[in-house]
């Protein structure tokens, strides 16, 4: 098989166009191309004068047309940089594939228990399950389709279901997100991660895009998938179980309770992946208690940035490029500053064609997040606009960057109005640290509303000096990013956890049989990252068995 790269073209092609490219790259008919199919495709946008789409393709020629080829690999026209007759071929060596280790003893006298159904949970819950071992899965949230009912009800009307929300649930927070999969992980599991996500229903594009993403909607059928391969394999799938309480005898793990509703039970089990997602403050104030190693972790606090997607496109691609008709997908952006006094402050979690959403947990808070559907064909693009803590910040202690976040999400509470409604201001009124009267270009879409006020007051001063140091930085870097009418809505505290449960080889330093994984233990920082520690703990405890 040959690897065709560096194919720069002015649209996104159809196959047969792009096999007819292929074909005049290798000098060979359109019909000598047995396979053919996308490896990688990406926009060059550093000109605006001449977007282009940049592909790299594999394909598998007829034996005949691959000898008068030959094996030796063609050159880039350096005098032709933006057509296609820059591309490079070469032979493709396709990476050895993951396969989950072979497990000897698969019966075990009590299962694993995997705490999560976010994308460290299922992950490890699938691997176990189709390598023989069968775990109880608990997830303290609702399945998919009960809990968008309880999220759309408190998007409407300010109701919050403190067991059922953006939070906790089916899938984990990144259900109700932009289901980005950009990771700077280079792993093996990430590509059995991607492929394990189209069968259970993700866009294939997520196999070869450079910034792949599933969007909410089509993310919701995809752990629905999940979930229903589990229980086909014999896992047992509790919903409404929170993990409450457990039982350490000798630096062991014995035993853990579990609360359902009003009942609590206790469950046997020498083995605990506990994936908790980043907001189970009750599940690290217990873990606390009961002596497990945490320590204090740094992490963002602010705002969400919200604008005009057309004036974001504009800026990333070009009068040319958006004038073309060509439809370039929804721009994003990523930026970060570093400021003197050694803070950053860098953009995150970007939702092109998104709205903010309201994402609390705990009645009397407000907390913000972003979400986009799979087709980004919203109005607006948001993201969020934060700056470094760390523990110095905080006390120093396992729990004070929780402590200092539930402050802020109350101040925020309260300054919205007290019904969950969210602290706004227009990034104009925010350098001039005046309170904002009503919005300008730019409609927030947070729900239940927006309150405007200065969020100087809701702040601490210095995030608030940080975001007004960076905005002007990132304005040179895009255009219009800190527009008058941009609209910031505070507060965003949970993108990344606080607390770090400590561990050895993906097990808790001084309890043996806890296998702490993903964003919440403060292992990850996103889908693929959380479900290739979910992976990679699963692994660990196979190879206790």
């Keep these: 098989m040959l690897k065709l790269s560096d194919i720069r073209l002015k649209a996104r092609c159809d196959e047969r166009t792009l096999r007819q490219t292929a074909a005049g790259i290798l000098s060979v008919s359109a019909g000598a191309i047995k396979d053919m199919k996308i490896h990688r495709l990406s926009i060059d946008a ?31 026209k350096a005098s032709k940089a933006f057509s296609q007759d820059s591309a490079c071929v070469s032979n493709y060596i396709p990476p050895e594939p993951y396969t989950f280790p072979e497990i000897k003893a698969k019966t075990l006298e009590n299962p694993p228990v995997i705490v999560g159904m976010g994308p460290a949970g299922l992950f490890a819950a699938l691997c176990l399950a189709e390598a023989g071992i069968k775990s109880v899965v608990l997830e303290r949230g609702a399945p998919v389709s009960d809990r968008i009912k309880s999220v759309v009800h408190f998007w409407e009307a300010g109701v919050l279901d403190e067991s059922s929300n953006v939070q906790f649930g089916e899938g984990g927070a990144g259900t109700f997100s932009d289901g980005k999969l950009t990771t ?33 909607d089509r993310l919701r059928d995809v752990v629905i998938g999940m979930r229903k391969r589990l229980i086909e394999l014999g896992c047992a799938v509790k919903f409404g179980h929170r993990l409450a309480d457990l039982e350490i005898d000798g630096g062991k793990l014995r035993s853990i309770s579990v609360s359902e509703g009003l009942r609590q039970y206790s469950m046997a ?21 009961r002596g497990v190693a945490l320590s204090p972790k740094s992490f963002s606090l602010g705002v969400r940035i919200e604008h005009l997607q057309s004036a974001i496109d504009m800026t990333q691609y070009g009068a040319h490029a958006i004038s073309s008709g060509i439809g370039f997908p929804a721009s994003d952006y990523k930026l970060v500053a570093h400021l003197d006094n050694g803070r950053s402050v860098y953009t995150f979690c970007v939702c092109p064609g998104g709205q903010v959403v309201a994402a609390a947990s705990e009645s009397g808070g407000v907390v913000t997040n972003g979400m ?28 004070g960057g929780i402590a200092l976040q539930r402050k802020l999400e109350r101040a925020a509470f309260k300054v919205g109005g007290g019904n969950h409604c969210a602290p706004a201001q227009l990034v104009c009124d925010f350098l001039e640290k005046r309170a904002s009267r009503g919005q300008g270009q730019v409609a927030p879409t947070y729900l239940p ?15 608030c000096d940080a975001l007004a140091e960076a905005l002007p930085q990132f304005e040179r870097k895009i255009s219009g990013f800190a527009h008058p009418d941009a609209v910031l809505t505070a507060v965003e505290t949970r993108s990344s956890s606080p607390v770090r449960i400590e561990r050895d080889c993906f097990e808790s330093v001084n309890v043996k049989g ?32």
Excluded at 53 to 68: A, I, N, P, S
Excluded at 377 to 397: H, K, M, Q, R
Excluded at 449 to 463: A, H, M, Q, R, S
Excluded at 522 to 540: H, L, N, P, T
């Design 46 to 76: 550093r000109r605006k004068s001449d977007v282009r789409f940049v592909y790299t393709l594999l394909v598998d020629l007829d034996m005949e047309e691959g000898r008068c080829l030959g094996t030796e690999a063609r050159k880039p």
């Design 184 to 216: 700077s992980l280079n792993d093996m599991r990430i590509r059995y991660v991607l492929e394990r996500l189209v069968a259970f229903g993700a866009p294939d594009d997520i196999l070869y895009l450079a910034k792949p993403h599933i969007g909410t």
């Design 269 to 289: 089990t020498d083995t605990l992946i506990l994936a908790p997602g980043n907001s189970s403050r009750d599940t690290f104030e217990m873990l606390y208690n």
């Design 372 to 399: 986009s559907h799979y087709a980004r064909d919203g109005e607006n693009i948001n993201g969020a606009l934060l700056c470094s803590v760390t523990p110095d910040d905080f006390g120093n202690t396992p729990l």
């Design 449 to 463: 509303g927006v309150k405007y006020c200065n969020l100087w007051d809701v702040l601490p001063e210095f995030i």
């Design 514 to 545: 806890l296998f702490p994984c993903g964003e919440g233990a403060g292992y990850a920082g996103g889908i693929m990252s959380a479900a290739v520690d979910g992976i990679r703990c699963a692994e660990a405890v196979m190879i206790k068995q």
